[in-house]
């Protein structure tokens, strides 16, 4: 013993220039070097750093591994269900290579409990956040570990595999910790389904709570797509192993992690080079369609439907007095049960999450014309679907139980679908009721046809024009639930004055509740509103059918006697204009909320703009048509004004300017054309107010006379464009951030039209720090605004969207 100490301590002071500097960043345990409390493992990149702490608030003592940069999160823990209860811990390697983690009595409290013939055994934290053991000479060239962590994973998902190795049999899958101050094993796990394609599963001991829907080769059909900028979702099966990783796609600049928590969400989570906060990109579960089976066997979740839950198609409530009450965990059954008779056939439901795989088959090899073949000839098949939808649909899976877990996901372009199979008698219905609508179709067509015709002629008679288009518009295009008088009246007391949330020319706004409690809000139009039946229209029509988290959600409409009443989802926290004009409330939205909502309103409108069918074009964006949600999630709303393009059109122009002044871009403001770059302007002018807590409208300065676009051009042009920013931020801004939103703002606001930047270069300018800007020029208005011009502008600001539209272009774009 003492030789061996003499020894040491020569080796030691022999070393020592070489010591000091490994000291610093050792990354091995070796049988020489152990690790005890207080002392840490750093990997070689000083990514991730391994030692002993204690979470939250809690004194036990834990071996783990963390970020480097954000010692908070916990990415593994080694003794997670056994703590040390004092600070003698201590990690050491056997002869055998074995890990031990031993308390001050030398009792094992933790070990690898592996088994090999080692001769120079070492432990490695390796930039991945992976803890291996190894053989010295191999293990930084060799792939394969004795042992690693990255096989065990605690409650985070930070680059190792969900999944299955099929050859050791060994799982790997995420775990929840009981709470934030006890990593022991909690209700929760995040693992892999594997029995067919595959598909991620949160389950509660046995019980599934939520799916992702199988891997369809692109992502899970009931995932939302992501987008792969910053990581990458990859899903590998074959015989040897079948898992799910996520892969950082800019590494350098951002981490990325998912975490289940104790209440069984799972979270991902960025975190930017320089940032302390992490940002949420996404929940799992997220809604009440995303919860296991919410609608029972055979039924459908369809979020922005009202009631959400309805029976697949063939089905019906088996009992419909419980579904009425809006109850749905009994199941839908078969309106015309299947005998296996000639006949039979399948109906196709597009943009689904796919049934869950209980009772089923599939096969990667097969085509979707062979997979029909054989579910039509396979008498317990009661649906099929294509298992890969990559170059054009391939493989088969077949569905031979129940329908659980469907919901809507409409996806544009990579949608999966599925092939219901219904009765023979079932099928002729269908194929009537085709032959009808198609039929019906046909002569609509002709009939609008002959009626635009007759419309061009009859022009001069606009008023039956008016009356006839309304009609016509009225009783055809509403795909949206209606909603009867008698139950919005009721669900806001009858329009109480109390429950009256806002008003403005158009109407009223009411908050109610459903008899499910459900939220709403009510928007009551004025019987002598502007809004006239076109513009209601114009608004269900459109938003019924847009989809997006920066929209906000039309439920319903009513339509009934003269009454016309929008429902929408009810968002507890008003409009944007509420916060960040007023003194005290500014504070609230810091400089991390007002960026988050600078980049919602952008992804919302790059959607109106792009992502949907039609080129939608808001024409009234402004802060009062931002609304928050309960987490001050920013979702646009208020469509009275919208315009949609169809086909190749992209400018109009109009002869009634209809607006909000401040938010009008200058060439609809002066010659009533308008584009999508209009859109862009009056954006502009918003990142502007968020930025700066003004409004540009009322803006005064005593040193000039322009208005907050001038202002900010000139702070800008002489380098203090920081001067702009919101009092209220104090030191929480991060001052990059903040200038790439002023000079967005500038570029947003140009004066002509051509030199602003498209949505979508405006959204990836705003989330890539990277993004080179172009240098803003003039900004619309800067010389337009004279002194007096605030008391001869003639209309209304807070109620701009009163005044009645020719709504042409409307018609002209379907
Ligand atoms: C070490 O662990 C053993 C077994 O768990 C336990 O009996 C013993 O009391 C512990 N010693 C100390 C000092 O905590
Ligand atoms: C791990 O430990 C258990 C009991 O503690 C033992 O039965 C098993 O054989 C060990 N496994 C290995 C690989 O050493
Ligand atoms: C499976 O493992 C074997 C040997 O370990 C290897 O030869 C084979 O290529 C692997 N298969 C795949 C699909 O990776
Ligand atoms: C899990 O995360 C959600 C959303 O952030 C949060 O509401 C919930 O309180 C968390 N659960 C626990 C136990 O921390
Ligand atoms: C699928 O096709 C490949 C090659 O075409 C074949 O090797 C494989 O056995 C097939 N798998 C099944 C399940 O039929």
């Known amino acids: 013993m003492e030789t061996n100490i003499f020894i040491d301590f020569y080796a030691l002071v022999m070393s020592l220039p070489i010591l000091l500097v490994l000291c610093k960043a050792a990354d091995t345990v070796t049988k020489t070097h152990s690790i005890t409390d207080g002392t840490t493992l750093v990997s070689s990149g000083q990514r991730f750093e391994l030692g002993f702490f204690s979470p939250g608030s809690s004194k036990n003592r834990y071996l783990g591994i963390w970020y480097k940069t954000a010692p908070d999160v916990v990415v593994w823990v080694a003794n997670r269900n056994n703590p040390f209860h004092d600070s003698s811990g201590k990690l050491v390697i056997t002869d055998h290579g074995n890990l031990l983690l ?17 001769k120079e055994p070492i432990a490695l934290l390796l930039d991945s956040g992976n803890f291996v053991v190894g053989e010295k000479n191999k293990i930084t060239s060799s792939e394969i570990f ?55 599963m949160v389950t509660m001991g046995q019980t599934r709570m939520f799916r992702t829907g199988t891997w369809n080769g692109v992502r899970f059909s009931g995932l939302p797509a ?63 369609c995303d919860s296991y089976g919410h609608c029972g066997p055979n039924g459908i979740c369809r979020i922005n439907r009202m009631p959400i839950c309805e029976c697949l198609e063939g089905f019906t409530p088996r009992n419909p007095e419980e579904w009425k009450i809006l109850s749905w965990s009994r199941e839908c059954v078969r309106k015309n049960p299947l005998t296996c008779q000639k006949g039979e056939g399948f109906v196709k439901l597009v943009g689904v999450k796919l049934p869950d795989l209980l009772e089923f088959w599939s096969n990667q090899n097969m085509s979707l014309r062979e997979c029909k073949e054989m579910c039509l000839k396979n008498c317990p098949c009661k649906a099929y679907a294509n298992s890969d939808i990559r170059e054009g649909g391939n493989g088969c899976m077949m569905w031979f139980g129940d329908f659980i877990d469907v919901r809507e996901l409409s996806i544009k372009g990579s949608e999966d679908s599925i092939y219901i199979r219904v009765s023979a008698s ?27 015709f007759c419309l061009v002629f009859c022009s001069v008679y606009g008023k039956i024009r008016k009356k006839i288009r309304g009609f016509r518009r009225q009783k055809e295009d509403i795909e949206l639930p209606l909603f009867d008088l008698a139950t919005v009246a009721s669900a806001t007391k009858n329009f109480s004055p109390e429950r009256m949330i806002g008003a403005g ?49 039309l439920l319903g409409c009513c339509i009934e006697r003269k009454e016309r009443i929008l429902i929408y989802e009810f968002m507890p926290n008003e409009s944007l204009d509420h916060f960040i004009f007023d003194n005290k409330r500014s504070t609230i939205l810091c400089w991390e909320k007002r960026f988050n909502i600078v980049l919602g309103i952008a992804r919302g409108l790059l959607y109106l703009h792009r992502d949907s069918k039609l080129q939608i074009i808001h024409m009234d964006l402004k802060a009062g048509n931002i609304l928050l949600d309960k987490n001050l ?52 002018v918003l990142l502007l107010e968020i930025v700066s807590g003004k409004k540009n409208r009322r803006f005064s300065h005593p040193d000039h006379h322009h208005n907050l676009l001038g202002h900010a ?35 947003c606001v140009q004066k002509f039209q051509n030199d602003r930047p498209t949505m979508s270069s405006i959204v990836s300018m705003l989330e890539n720090e990277g993004t080179i800007l172009p240098q803003p020029k003039q900004p619309g208005f800067f010389i337009e605004r004279s002194s007096n011009d605030e008391n001869s502008t003639p209309k209304n600001e807070e109620t701009g969207s009163q005044n009645s ?7 002209a774009g379907r």
């Open 102 to 118: 031993l308390n001050q009595t030398r009792s094992v409290i933790w070990s690898t409990n592996t088994s090999w013939v080692a």
């Open 146 to 200: 004795v042992w690693q962590s990255f096989d065990y994973p605690s409650n985070t998902l930070s680059g190792m595999k969900i999944g299955w190795n099929r050859k050791t049999g060994l799982e790997g899958y995420l775990t929840s910790w009981k709470s934030d101050d006890d990593p022991s094993d909690g209700d929760f796990t995040y693992r892999m389904d594997n029995k067919g394609p595959p598909q991620m």
């Open 226 to 288: 992501v987008s792969d900028v910053v990581f990458k979702s990859t899903v590998v099966f074959n015989d040897n192993e079948s898992y799910y990783m996520a892969l950082p796609n800019i590494a350098d600049t951002v981490i990325t992690r998912m975490t289940l928590n104790s209440s069984g969400l799972a979270q991902r989570f960025i975190l930017r080079n320089g940032e302390t906060d992490w940002a949420i990109m996404y929940s799992q579960p997220y809604e009440p």
């Open 426 to 452: 079932d099928m002729k219905t269908i194929r009537e009721a085709n032959a009808k609508s198609r039929l019906k179709k046909i002569l609509v067509n002709s009939l609008s046809v002959v009626c635009i």
């Open 505 to 553: 020319g158009f109407g009223s706004v009411y908050k109610g509740n459903l008899s499910t409690g459900q939220e709403i809000a009510v928007k009551r139009l004025a019987q002598n509103s502007g809004q006239g039946l076109k513009e209601f229209m114009n608004e269900v029509d459109l938003i019924g059918k847009l989809q997006h988290r920066n929209l906000v959600a």
């Open 633 to 684: 999630n920013p979702k646009i709303s208020d469509f009275g004004l919208a315009r949609i393009f169809g086909g190749d059109e992209n400018e109009a122009r109009t002869r009634r300017v209809v607006g909000t002044y401040g938010y009008m871009s200058p060439e609809y403001a002066i010659d009533g054309k308008f584009s999508a770059k209009s859109d862009v302007f009056s954006f502009g």
């Open 713 to 747: 051009w000139l702070l800008w042009n002489e380098d203090r464009a920081l001067d702009l920013m919101d009092g209220c931020f104090k030191d929480s801004y991060v001052e990059s951030q903040v200038l790439r939103c002023i000079q967005v703002g500038l570029i």
């Open 805 to 811: 539209v020719t709504m042409t272009k409307l018609d």
